[in-house]
């Protein structure tokens, strides 16, 4: 009875213990099918998320891609838009310049009509040698104008001085002339020596003569030159030419007069 009894618990032990075995076998099986699954889900939910990594680096570039694009393209136009600017300016000045040629083209027009005026019958490809010419005869006739003017002042200068020495000629021969009115003493040259520029006079001291009398040589009324006494007698004397007194190109000679230069020497 005990040895069925305990066999029984042992049955029973056996078979509980062989549900508890294949239950727990199953909870076994059912945490790996629940693992394989979760590890299945986290790889595809690995797989979305690296799709979606991939996904936003591919839009964060095309992002900045565009933004580029974008810079580029406002840069270009704020170019386009400078560059336009510009050529307006360009071409507001290239207007303003074809402006002004057209406003220099008419006053070309009207000289060359007024050239055509000036020379009749003269081709235009000729009026620059014309006016060359007529250029050098103008040139021609100031420099002549100039000479002229030069001559002028010249003769005018050289006439100012022929007065003023003529004056002083004047007023010396009249002052000679007035000593010759009031000279009483007049003598006669009797010998002359041209070498050595001395001559003798025939009037000595007692014609009034001192070794300080200086005398004129005369011929005709006309001054030849004058004379230093040298050597006095009583009734001759001898006197030399004073350097640089006598004319040029005269000779004296006999017979030549001579008077005091001063009357009041004696």
Same mark, same amino acid.
């Given at each position: 009875m005990k040895e069925t009894l305990t066999y029984s618990l042992a049955i029973v032990a056996i078979a509980v213990s062989g549900f508890l075995g294949w239950n727990a076998k199953e909870k076994y099986e059912a945490k790996v099918k629940d693992r394989i699954e979760l590890q299945g889900q986290n790889k595809n939910l690995t797989a979305s998320i690296s799709k979606e990594e991939t996904n936003r680096d591919t839009a964060t570039e095309a992002k900045d891609l565009a933004l580029d694009e974008a810079s580029k393209a406002k840069a270009e136009l704020e170019a386009a838009k400078g560059s336009g600017a510009e050529k307006a300016k360009t071409l507001e000045s290239v207007s303003s310049n074809l402006e002004v040629a057209a406003a220099e083209k008419k006053k070309i027009d009207?000289?060359?009509?007024?050239?055509?005026?000036?020379?009749?019958?003269?081709?235009?490809? #000729? &009026?620059?040698? $014309? $006016?060359?010419?007529?250029?050098?005869?103008?040139?021609? =006739? /100031?420099?002549?104008?100039?000479?002229?003017? =030069? !001559?002028?002042?010249?003769?005018?200068?050289?006439?100012?001085?022929?007065?003023? #020495?003529?004056?002083?000629?004047?007023?010396?021969?009249?002052?000679?002339?007035?000593? /010759?009115?009031?000279? +009483?003493?007049?003598? +006669?040259? &009797?010998? $002359?020596?041209?070498?050595?520029?001395? $001559? &003798?006079?025939?009037?000595?001291?007692?014609?009034?003569? +001192?070794?300080?009398?200086?005398?004129?040589?005369?011929?005709? @009324?006309?001054?030849?030159?004058?004379?230093?006494?040298?050597?006095?007698?009583?009734? +001759?004397? !001898?006197?030399? /030419?004073?350097?640089?007194?006598?004319?040029? @190109? /005269? %000779? =004296?000679? %006999? @017979?030549?007069?001579?008077?005091?230069?001063? &009357?009041? %020497?004696?």
């Open positions: 009207a000289s060359m009509e007024a050239l055509r005026g000036k020379f009749p019958g003269i081709e235009l490809g #000729e &009026v620059p040698r $014309v $006016v060359k010419e007529l250029e050098a005869s103008q040139k021609k =006739l /100031v420099g002549e104008e100039e000479d002229a003017s =030069l !001559v002028k002042k010249r003769l005018e200068e050289d006439i100012a001085k022929n007065l003023a #020495e003529s004056s002083r000629i004047a007023e010396k021969n009249l002052q000679s002339i007035k000593r /010759v009115e009031g000279n +009483t003493f007049q003598a +006669t040259i &009797v010998a $002359v020596d041209n070498d050595w520029n001395f $001559v &003798v006079i025939g009037a000595g001291e007692k014609s009034g003569l +001192t070794g300080s009398s200086k005398l004129l040589i005369q011929r005709d @009324g006309r001054l030849l030159g004058k004379l230093l006494i040298s050597k006095l007698e009583p009734n +001759t004397a !001898v006197a030399d /030419v004073e350097p640089g007194s006598l004319r040029n @190109g /005269v %000779a =004296l000679q %006999a @017979g030549d007069q001579v008077i005091l230069e001063s &009357v009041s %020497a004696n």
